[in-house]
């Protein structure tokens, strides 16, 4: 028996040694045989090899000195009439993009490693501002439809929800008869509705920052106006941790004087608290959040347009905590975008792509140059950082649709160095 099962052994050890002895080597890619050239096949990495026709993941790209995993451009058109505003988190570890393509609305869909799933234009908007995913999995996207056909057609917001592939729900307009009025960002409140700022009855010299509340079907429960001055405009909104709602921008007159603006409201939009304050020169708010102790910290431009400014503000009744004006030898626009960083500070983006973090004081930790993006700044769950969307605000002047992803770990190796 055991002469048996030794004989057995052997003849199995002896074909499996011919099986092998048939196998040819793999290459690179893992082929038997193959001739595959393993390489970095991105042409903006800095070790780009044309003869590669396997890559390999040893891409290092680079942008100003700084490691990057990768930044993708989006052509939609082929005209240079494209824009991105916003980008935002995706459940599904992509990201969203909103913008614009020849004039009209435009949305665009990215997985987690940059590659573009769909994009779909709206020819009922002009521009959509922001977008978000909604808590039904779709989307929700605001901006403004303006008309350029008819004669006496004004700027009206334009509100759209759409399914997970960017198919329309349903879509709104709202407005004042005569005047300007749009959106610039958006919010789904913790009871599934959804809240938009902007600007309202704008007629070139007056206008007001508005607060208006929609049902899941776009349905119009409240709207509400606030100013502090002749000219007021709303650019950034959240619904804060004890259920209201924050918004920014500026007061002061339609074409100068701008004073930082911040007004807290109720759930129902009424007015809890605002304040308007001098700063350096003309002050502007574009981007707000929370900090770890319920107030809140918003970020935009002072020193009249040359100079990031950020300011926080207390919860109760909204006083001055802190505001710093970074002026600085290089004119810098204004901070586009603040978001929480889970150290405890804050990640900045500024319209001249400089990526900056700062401590809960507004110290400054690192900045450094970027391209191509400066209008949102994302962390994701695994600490990277997620730039997107390249414009001007004021200007209304878009750039190449892009977006970049990288280690920030490499920023601070750099900077050691």
């Known amino acids: 028996m055991k002469l048996e099962k030794y004989f057995i052994l052997l003849l199995i050890a ?85 913008g614009a393509s020849n004039y009209n609305g435009l949305i665009l869909k990215i997985d987690s490693t940059g590659e573009k799933e769909w994009h779909k234009v709206y020819e009922n908007s002009t521009s959509l501002y922001k977008v978000i995913e909604t808590s039904d999995g779709g989307f929700i996207a605001t901006g403004y439809y303006e008309c350029d056909t008819l004669p006496g057609c004004y700027p009206d917001i334009y509100l759209l929800k759409t399914d997970f592939f960017g198919n329309i729900e349903w879509e709104r307009w709202d407005g004042t008869t005569e005047n300007n009025d749009w959106s610039r960002d958006v919010i789904e409140t913790q009871n599934g509705n959804y809240v938009i700022t902007g600007t309202w009855n704008d007629d070139g010299w007056n206008s007001k920052a508005m607060l208006r509340k929609y049902n899941s079907n776009g349905g119009l429960l409240w709207g509400e106006t606030f100013s502090s001055s002749t000219a007021n405009e709303g650019n950034s909104l959240m619904e804060t941790s004890d259920g209201n709602y924050v918004l920014v921008g500026y007061s002061g007159e339609q074409h100068g004087a701008y004073k930082h603006f911040m007004v807290k409201a109720t759930s129902d939009g009424g007015q ?40 926080e503000r207390n919860i109760s009744g909204g006083s001055l905590s802190w505001e710093n004006c970074h002026i600085d030898t290089i004119s810098h626009y ?51 950082i997620v730039v997107g969307g390249f414009g001007f605000r004021e200007g209304n002047v878009g750039g190449p649709i892009s977006l970049l992803r990288l280690d920030p770990s490499g920023i601070q190796h750099e900077i050691e160095n």
């Open 272 to 311: 809890l608290w605002k304040k308007k304050t001098q700063s350096v020169g003309d002050a502007l708010l574009y981007s707000v959040c929370e900090n770890q102790d319920g107030g809140y910290v918003a970020a935009g431009f002072c020193n009249s347009w040359r100079s990031n400014f950020l300011v």
């Open 14 to 98: 002896f074909f499996w040694s011919c099986a092998l002895d048939d196998q040819e080597a793999q290459d690179c890619a893992g082929i038997e045989g193959g001739e595959t050239i393993c390489g970095c096949m991105d042409s903006t990495a800095s070790n780009y090899d044309s003869l590669a026709t396997f890559d390999d993941g040893s891409c290092e790209i680079l942008i100003n000195g700084i490691p990057v995993k990768w930044i993708k451009t989006y052509e939609i058109s082929d005209n240079s009439d494209n824009e991105s505003w916003s980008v935002s988190k995706v459940s599904d570890g992509g990201f969203v993009i909103s």
């Open 334 to 384: 204004g901070f586009y975008d603040i978001t929480p960083s889970v150290d405890g500070g804050y990640l900045l983006v500024d319209d001249m792509s400089y990526l900056t973090k700062i401590d809960i004081s507004g110290a400054i930790i690192f900045s450094v140059k970027l391209s191509q993006v400066n209008q949102s700044v994302l962390e994701m769950d695994n600490g990277d």
